[in-house]
Structure formats: structure tokens, C-alpha cells
């Protein structure tokens, strides 16, 4: 099983210039979760899905879109991108959204916007 | 406001044992969570407490105190590998994560 995994692991980007970035898991899970990592901060999630054909917002949604249109697939949209958007991202999964939420995490893509 | 705080970073030496604190306020509480993330990858679990006490996992213990808001990871053994960022994190009322910023841990000969 190749677990979760994302591409692409490295990008550069012009502020206004768009971008998707692919998650992929093979666990069959139902749950699945873009997480931004900055210097200094925690996690924060951006947005997440309860599965299939389902998106809901996160702790900071503005700027991005997703969509689940495939169990296995979630995919991270930046619209115009901006300097503010510079960050490591992590995409994650898990089998339930109860209490026991093991959530397993993609090997990141870095992101800078220039 | 939700809150995780733990130190920014703690040194220790190969073979010795650390500890390392979490503390938390959270719009109510589902579990507590240590995931460790060496430099450049991916963030991977490590325990979960959900009811006060000590869970053992080898060389890996994490203990909760939810009267407190207080969680640590007790690290025994300390092994060079283990030099890594160690992160706490809450899952609120609404089964959604909290993060604190995490703990570097510097091991040393």
C-alpha cells in the first residue's frame, strides 16, 4: 500500500497564477483533510470531506477550493495564488471522525509564491 | 479561543529521558493526540489518550489530565533517531483537530 501520497512534492509560483494539487489514498477511507503547516503555527486545517462528493470548510478555507469527486482522490485548488499562500501542505486521511482519529498524512507539497 | 501550548524546543541526551508538556483549552474535548514529524516529512501517530492516566508504548508514554488541560509525552531511552518535532493536538467538541506548534527536540551525543 502506497498510504497517502501527493503531487507534486515542490512548486513555485507567480502571485496570480493557479494551482491543484492532488492527494491520493489507497486505505479506502472515508475522511480526508488539506492541512497548511507554516513556521511557528500548528496545523490548520483548510478544508476537509466526510467522503465522497462531500467538502466542508475548515479553520481557513479563503483562497481555496476543493473537490471529492472520487473516494480516493481530494484535490486542493489555489484560484489566484498569493504570497500569504506560501506554505507546507499536507494532505491527510482517516477511516472515522470519532473520538479515535488516527489520521494519516501525505509526505507534502512546499508551495512559494513569488 | 482554542489553545495548545508547548515549549518551542528541548535538548536532551542520547540514552536519558524527557518529557514533554501539552497544555490545552478547547471547546470541549474528544481525546488527545502526540504525533512526532521529523525534519521535511510527513507527520506520523504516535498515541491517543482519551480518559486521565498513563498509556505505555515501548520506549513512548503520553499522559492526560483532563481536570488540568495538561497532557506530556514521556520519552525514555532517548535514541538519536528520535530527534524530531513532537506535536499535541485536541480534538474539540466538533471532532476537529487542534494543533499546537509543536516541540523540536534536539538530541545529543
Known amino acids: 500500500n502506497a498510504g497517502v501520497t501527493q503531487t507534486p512534492k515542490f512548486r513555485v509560483l507567480k502571485t496570480g497564477q493557479s494551482m491543484t494539487l492532488l492527494c491520493a489514498q489507497d486505505?479506502?477511507?472515508?475522511?480526508m483533510y488539506w492541512y497548511r503547516q507554516d513556521p511557528g503555527m500548528g496545523l490548520r486545517l483548510i478544508h476537509y470531506?466526510?467522503?465522497?462528493?462531500?467538502?466542508a470548510k475548515g479553520e481557513v478555507p479563503d483562497g481555496y477550493n476543493v473537490s471529492r469527486l472520487k473516494k480516493q482522490n481530494f484535490l486542493l485548488g489555489l484560484e489566484s495564488a498569493a504570497p500569504s499562500q506560501t506554505s507546507v501542505y499536507f494532505c491527510?486521511?482517516?477511516?472515522?471522525?470519532?473520538?479515535?482519529?488516527?489520521?494519516?498524512f501525505g509526505p507534502g507539497t512546499r508551495l512559494t509564491v513569488l | 479561543g482554542q489553545n495548545i501550548d508547548q515549549p518551542t524546543e528541548m535538548t536532551a541526551t542520547e540514552g536519558a529521558i524527557v518529557q514533554i508538556n501539552c497544555t490545552y483549552q478547547?471547546?470541549?474535548?474528544?481525546?488527545l493526540f502526540w504525533y512526532q514529524q521529523h525534519a521535511g516529512e510527513a507527520p506520523t501517530f504516535l498515541s491517543y489518550?482519551?480518559l486521565d492516566g498513563l498509556e505505555e508504548k515501548g520506549r513512548f508514554s503520553s499522559f492526560l489530565s483532563r481536570s488540568k488541560g495538561y497532557s506530556y509525552l514521556l520519552l525514555k531511552e532517548l535514541q538519536m533517531k528520535d530527534s524530531a518535532s513532537y506535536l499535541c493536538?485536541?480534538?474539540?467538541?466538533?471532532?476537529?483537530?487542534?494543533w499546537g506548534a509543536g516541540t523540536k527536540l534536539i538530541i545529543k551525543p
Open positions: 486505505m479506502n477511507h472515508e475522511y
Open positions: 470531506s466526510v467522503g465522497e462528493g462531500t467538502t
Open positions: 489518550n482519551v
Open positions: 491527510a486521511s482517516s477511516q472515522t471522525s470519532g473520538s479515535y482519529n488516527e489520521q494519516f
Open positions: 478547547t471547546s470541549g474535548f474528544n481525546g
Open positions: 493536538a485536541v480534538m474539540d467538541s466538533n471532532y476537529q483537530l487542534i
